[in-house]
């Protein structure tokens, strides 16, 4: 093999892991923009699902457990296309904080949250409404962080 020979084999295998190397970087890049673009669309859709109960109680429902249940197929539908772009450890993390705002939403007791005077508004107790806030918190807290962790 001759030298100018050698130079047009090393100038093509540099050529080609230069490719390489750039396809893979846009893929990366891609993909944080598409997990980005994901984390954003799901706290933007929980936020919307929660209106008036979250982050402040400004139109909290009479039968705040039956609007809550309603709700909860919107929040899980956000959740599903959010798994898409989340690492199997995340998943767990973000499912865990699901199944605990289900088990509260499913417990919750409109006797306990509307317990003010009948002349009040519906406003809910100030702990339920912290345990609520601490809930849905969580779930969005955990979706900001998938930003950052990447």
Not at 31 to 41: E, G, Y
Not at 65 to 81: C, F, G, H, S, Y
């Amino acid at each position: 093999m001759t030298n100018v020979e050698a130079t047009i084999i090393g100038a093509i295998i540099g050529g080609t892991l230069s490719i390489i190397g750039a396809a893979a970087g846009a893929f990366f890049i891609v993909k944080f923009q598409s997990r980005k673009n994901a984390v954003q669309t799901f706290y933007d859709s929980v936020h919307e699902t929660l209106k008036g109960m979250y982050p402040e109680p400004i139109n909290w429902p009479k039968n705040s457990r039956q609007v809550l249940q309603e709700k909860m197929p919107d929040i899980n539908t956000a959740i599903t296309k959010l798994k898409f772009h989340l690492n199997s450890d995340e998943i767990t993390c973000i499912d865990a904080a699901w199944e605990k705002y289900k088990k509260w939403c499913n417990q919750i007791n409109d006797g306990e949250i509307t317990a003010h005077p009948l002349y009040q508004d519906s406003t809910p107790s100030i702990d339920q409404v912290a345990v609520f806030n601490r809930h849905v918190y969580n779930l969005l807290s955990y979706s900001k962080k998938g930003i950052t962790n990447r």
